[in-house]
């Protein structure tokens, strides 16, 4: 299993919005980094969600669910989704601030690259994030 961490804007697309679906594609990804994570992605890794721009928050836990296929939002072949299942939302979020003050998480991908949309997260980091949502 690979853990992963996703992002979206919450106003565009939140959480929420999965947890309602029930299950969705993870579309409009259009960098080139993001999709080959996209296209490593495995039906059982999870990813961390998390909500950009104002929140800037790890708040859920997200299943994948498919191998990659083809991106319905356009007709270019060089852009792929996967579909993701609500796993579980986190006890409390996660702010960027407290993953930037964690000494344990300075090689994470999210304090490097931010700007990464879809990034991979070493199996110690997801640990990490799950027990500073449970504090």
């Known amino acids: 299993m690979n853990y992963w961490l996703i992002k979206s804007e919450p106003n565009t697309y939140s959480w929420d919005d999965l947890v309602k679906l029930g299950k969705d594609h993870w579309d409009g990804v259009r960098n080139y980094q993001a999709r080959n994570n996209i296209k490593a992605m495995k039906p ?13 928050s790890i708040v859920g836990i997200a299943e994948c669910v498919s191998d990659f296929y083809q991106d319905p939002t356009t007709e270019d072949d060089r852009w792929v989704v996967v579909d993701f299942v609500p796993k579980n939302k986190l006890k409390n979020p996660v702010t960027l601030e407290q993953v930037k003050s964690d000494a344990r998480l300075s090689d994470m991908v999210l304090v490097n690259n931010s700007r990464l949309s879809v990034q991979p997260v070493k199996k110690e980091e997801f640990d990490i994030i799950l027990a500073i949502s449970e504090s």
Do not use: M, P
């Open 44 to 56: 059982g890794d999870l990813a961390l969600f998390y909500h950009s721009v104002n929140e800037k």
